[in-house]
Structure formats: structure tokens, C-alpha cells
């Protein structure tokens, strides 16, 4: 169907609509965190005298070097693990059918309906209970486990549609079940796999609650679960806690920025596979 030339330049002003209230945010937050420590802009104004010093002043109050070092280590222990058990889960229910894959796929896809500030509370408990609350692994293992869902369906998705064909030749020429895991669909796979661990990577990085319930070492934290504690000691400084949060969302930023065609494909590719 021919698209004509109204609904292209309607389908323009649309998209340049909702590019506008997804950047004026991010605009605001910049130009407030420019002014004076101590005042309160009036919306989007730019300062006469912009003050760069706040992110440097931010920097240094919410110790970031601590913070970055928290974060890195909490998305490198959370997302290769994370890879690892739901690319395994994918292959055996997507590819191997093996027996209940019906009914494991069932209670992975229930996992995803299952509302996440709704088990916040038990998973608090349990870590006071087994002695890891406060610690980083308070926030990698539930992590862990609230990305398998998600996760293992992705790679699932994946395995599933790839032809049987590929899997006997491999069989015949006397691949075991681990080598045609490991040495056929493994590499055919890297596409979804990298895919997933940016999007996994991301949304570790962002992780908010969970550091903030979990952890009470603000430097034990995700980047933006340390906002929290952050904003706490300095809300009535807007100034700062704007360059705070410039500075919390610009490894976010640039991550994007770098991989956002695998992001977007990843997110393509989830729509479209059945």
C-alpha cells in the first residue's frame, strides 16, 4: 500500500512531538544543573553564568569513582552468568524439546507476569535470613533469577527457528550434545546473545530498587541506586542533584549511542520471531 504524502509528513510531526517530550527532560536537567549551588531555576532557562564546576562537585559528594567501580563489577558478574544459564535454558527447550519444555516455557513466561515490587519484600527477608543483605550479591543473584524469564524466552525464540537440518548434519558427523551447544549454535547465535547482554547490561546499570532496598552502602551500589542516597543528603541543592543525575545517566547515554543498532535490531528481532 502506497504511502501518501500526508500521512508521511503526519507520521514526521508525530515523531518530531514525541522526540520533543523525550529530550526537554534531559534539556531541563542539563541547564538546572549549570546554575548557582543553592538555587532553584525557573524552568528552561540558561544561566548567565553557567557553572560547570557542579559536575565536578557532584562527582567528588557522591564518590563516584566508588560508584562506577560498584556498577562495573555488579554488570560483569550479573550479565555473563546471566547469558551463560539463559542461552543453555534456550537451546534444551527451543532446540533439544527436551521432555516438560512446554511446561518449563509456561513457567518462564509466568515469571515475566509476576510484578516486580511485589516480591521486593520476601527477597529482602531471605537475604537477611542466608546473610548476604548489603553486600553486592544481595543485588546480583535476584538480578540473576528476574532476568531468566526474559532472557531464556529471548533465546528460545531464537533456537526454535533455527532448521533441524543443521543439527543432524552436526549429529552425523558425530557431534555430542554439548559440542553441537557449543561449537555449531553458539556462534550462530551471537547476534541474539549480543543483543541480550547489551539490553541486560543496561538495564543493570539502571538498576534502582533493588540497590535501594537491599544495600544500605551507598558504594556498594548500582550507579542509580546510589541517586537515592544521593538525593537524600542533597535535596534541597537542585543545582546538584541535577549534575548528579547528568553524570549517573551518561555511561547510559553513550552505551546507546554506541550500540544502538544492535539495540534496536535486538528489540526488531523480538517483535517479529515467534
Known sequence: MKVTRSELWTGRAL??????????????????????SGTVPNGLEWPANPQWGNFIQAFNVANMTALLASSTFIVLAVVPVSLLISTMAGFAIGLLRIRGANVLLFLFVFGLTLPFPGIIIPIYFLERAIGIYNTRLAIVLPLIALYMPFAVFWMR??????????????????ATTWGLFWRIHVPLARAPIASLGILMSIWTWNQFLLALVLVEDPTQRTMAGALGAFQGHYATDVPLLCAGTILILLPTLIIFMLFQRQIIAALLQGSVKG
Request: proline share 8%; hydrophobic share 60%; no cysteine.
Open 15 to 36: 515523531l518530531m512531538v514525541l522526540m520533543a517530550f523525550t529530550i526537554l527532560p534531559f534539556i531541563s536537567i542539563f541547564m538546572t544543573a549549570l546554575h548557582p
Open 157 to 174: 525464540t531464537h533456537f526454535v527457528n533455527m532448521p533441524n537440518e543443521i543439527s543432524e548434519a552436526a549429529r552425523v558427523d558425530g
